[in-house]
């Protein structure tokens, strides 16, 4: 079976942290692009960071700039996501990911993804 799946959420007060973890099943990370996505009450989904598999670069909205990292652990099969400073704006459905030939940075993954996880932050 393929799956992502994500734990991590939650509630949090503006100014906080949270670590987002997304384990892979059925497949392993290495060769693939692998991100974070999140999609917001009445907004479209969008790219938060990623790991491009085509230069190894990590890419990022620049809203989130500074306050989020993506890490692996590959023994576990593991991707994390960090995030610091968060803000009220940050509330969302977060999502992780993983394709092998995304059509770009954030557009056009179409590999596989988590169920989603809620992250709440209040002011």
């Known amino acids: 079976e393929v799956q992502l799946v994500e734990s991590g959420g939650g509630l949090v007060q503006a100014g906080g942290s949270l670590r987002l973890s997304c384990t892979a099943s059925g497949f392993t990370f290495d060769d693939y692009a692998i991100g974070w996505f999140r999609q917001a009450p009445g907004k479209e989904r969008e790219g938060v960071i990623c790991?491009?598999?085509?230069?190894?670069?990590?890419y990022y909205a620049d809203s989130v700039r500074g306050r989020v990292f993506i890490s692996t652990d590959n023994t576990k099969n593991t991707m994390y996501l960090q995030m610091n400073s968060l803000k009220p704006e940050d509330t969302a459905v977060y999502y992780c990911?993983?394709?092998?030939?995304?059509?770009?940075?954030?557009?056009?993954?179409?590999?596989?993804w988590g169920q989603g996880t809620q992250v709440t932050v209040s002011s």
């Open positions: 990911a993983a394709d092998l030939q995304p059509e770009g940075i954030f557009a056009g993954w179409k590999g596989y």
């Open positions: 790991i491009s598999n085509r230069d190894g670069s990590t």
